[in-house]
């Protein structure tokens, strides 16, 4: 048994977060763990609201509410959407918790102690008219690269490009629309990326394992231009952790808080520990997690990101966590992803393009979702969703094969034998050509799981209820029945067996079919197979079970046209 620790870049405050979003981070975590736990690891999966810096500001100044207000009702919000797509967190933190201000100060004074934290006085946007210093998320203008007129000061959202606030073309304030904007001097803490860049380096070039798109992303970022830049790790706001606090390596800093991508990956450590103040757990129950000197030099540690994510887990957090100096654990392995777009356009949460969270479950229970979103992961290059490809893939995959097994087999057996397994018969050889051709199936099904290959694991999987479809079809126990009632019973026994198996392996990708086939089957023991023909055993003659309902509804193309329609402007 291996401890495995599993974080999801965690999502911002600022909304219910679209279909991109979920592909992009939290669904494959949730999938590596619902996989790492049913073979039996002791999973620590971890995520969070990330609830400070502008967009938070932005967004409860929006709603007309205190952002301490905001930010807990939409904690709430996000927690109940993940639990709606069955994400199955051990703990959903908060960024803004006690926790993660202790820590995430606790990081900066000893990354101070240790020279790595230095004072620039900078130059920066004030607004006359709101009398405030303006964060780069608080200025929009026109981007100077593509002419987007929506564009951020720290990134336009219609080309990626990373832009510094001075770098718009007309820039006015995002808070109240004023162009009566001044350059300033104001003082900041920078995290001196530059003197780990060596060490950050070495620790990526020794990560062989790790995808393309994450080292490549990390070595851009690392080499190309300038390299590797010291960066600001403080903020004029007046939301986040206080970068003034007593015991810091500083003074005049009051009225400024750290950057909400200091403190933000900190909340991960913060989060478990939040775990285990709420279980009422000591602190060696988190630190076994985190620190390898207590524990964790044992624990192999998986970050779930999208592709814009990743500089600031591969450079930024870790020389926050090498400057500590302290034995805090380092990722071992991040599994990043390119974008979902969105019928031939972007999804957007600012331009609330697409279709969020809540949308998604108040038309399709989640297992659709789960089931299209994971088998178009945006793995090796951007993927985009269609109504019409939603629509076959459900109808074929989660319908047409794996729904149309479990009725026919429980249905024949319910009419003709009753609904116990039927005792009697041999399988003969189709059912052996079955078992083996599984026998490798399943264990190329489990090597994708390891190595978190998404797309290809849901292809293997599909397989693996289609061999069963095949098997059925060219056996046809309902026409064996007529002469050899004993023989066709030895079919149905191992089609039976077949559901358990199917919940089993299926279980990580759709738990909610997965949970009715087991209940269906009256079957408790979810030990993950071993050999495939000892898994097809288990249901023995008699053991009763139940005719489900329909696993998946076909979606209707009048349904699937309304939901176009219905998504195809903006959500306001």
């Not at 510094?164 to 350059?183: C, H, K, Q, W, Y």
């Not at 903020?235 to 400024?256: H, I, T």
Request: aromatic share 12%; with cysteine.
């Amino acid at each position: 048994m291996a401890r495995i620790l599993i974080t999801s870049a965690i999502p911002y405050i600022n909304g219910i977060k679209h279909l991109g979003n979920l592909v992009g981070s939290q669904l494959p975590a949730d999938l590596y763990a619902r996989y790492a736990r049913a073979r039996g690891h002791e999973v620590m999966f971890i995520c969070a609201t990330d609830e400070h810096g502008t967009p938070a500001e932005l967004a409860a100044a929006k709603a007309g509410m205190p952002v301490a207000d905001y930010c807990a009702q939409m904690h709430e919000v996000q927690k109940n959407l993940a639990a709606g797509f069955r994400l199955s967190f051990d703990h959903f933190g908060r960024s803004s918790s006690g926790r993660n201000h202790r820590l995430t100060q606790h990081f900066a004074k000893r990354l101070g102690e240790n020279g790595f934290i230095e004072e620039v006085a900078e130059r920066q946007v004030f607004s006359v008219a709101d009398n405030r210093f303006l964060p780069d998320r608080y200025i929009e203008g026109t981007c100077p690269n593509c002419g987007y007129d929506k564009a951020r000061g720290d990134q336009c959202e219609n080309c990626t490009k990373q832009l510094d606030p001075t770098d718009l073309i007309n820039p006015r304030s995002a808070i109240s629309g004023s162009t009566e904007l001044e350059v300033r001097e104001t003082r900041h803490l920078y995290l001196k990326q530059k003197s780990l860049k060596g060490e950050i380096s070495d620790w990526i070039d020794s990560k062989t394992d790790w995808p393309i798109l994450t080292t490549s992303i990390a070595r851009k970022w690392l080499n190309d231009g300038e390299g590797l830049q010291d960066r600001g790790i403080t903020r004029d706001l007046s939301w986040g952790v206080p970068v003034q606090f007593d015991g810091a390596p500083w003074q005049g800093m009051e009225g400024k808080v750290f950057y909400v991508w200091f403190d933000a990956p900190i909340e991960y450590i913060a989060a478990t520990a939040e775990w285990a103040d709420d279980a009422e757990y000591p602190d060696s129950a988190w630190e076994r997690w985190w620190r390898t000197d207590r524990g964790a030099e044992d624990v192999r540690y998986v970050q779930f990101m999208g592709k814009d994510n990743v500089p600031f887990h591969t450079l930024s957090f870790p020389a926050t966590i090498m400057g500590s100096r302290e034995p805090w654990k380092l990722v071992d392995y991040i599994k990043s992803f390119n974008y979902l777009n969105y019928d031939g356009g972007q999804f957007s949460t600012s331009q609330g393009r697409g279709v969020f969270m809540d949308q998604a479950l108040s038309i399709l229970p989640s297992d659709y979702w789960r089931w299209w979103l994971l088998s178009h992961a945006p793995e090796s290059a951007d993927s985009e969703f269609t109504w019409e490809n939603f629509q076959v893939s459900v109808n074929k995959d989660l319908a047409d094969v794996l729904g149309n097994f479990v009725s026919r087999i429980t249905k024949f057996c319910r009419s003709k034998y009753g609904e116990a397994v039927p005792a009697g018969g041999q399988t003969g050889e189709r059912a052996a050509a079955l078992i083996a051709e599984l026998e490798g199936r399943v264990r190329a099904y489990e090597g994708h799981m390891e190595a978190m290959e998404i797309r290809k694991a849901a292809t293997e999987l599909r397989a693996i209820w289609v061999a069963g479809n095949e098997y059925l079809q060219s056996a046809a126990p309902w026409t064996v029945f007529k002469d050899d009632p004993d023989r066709a019973a030895a079919m149905v026994r191992l089609g039976l067996n077949l559901i358990r198996l199917y919940a089993i392996l299926s279980e990580p990708f759709i738990p909610d079919a997965a949970a009715k086939m087991l209940a269906a089957m009256k079957c408790d023991d979810k030990t993950w197979p071993g050999p495939v023909a000892e898994a097809l055993t288990v249901l023995k003659p008699g053991h009763p079970f139940e005719t489900p309902e329909v696993l998946f509804a076909k979606i209707a193309d009048e349904e699937r046209e309304e939901w176009q329609n219905r998504f195809s402007g903006v959500r306001t």
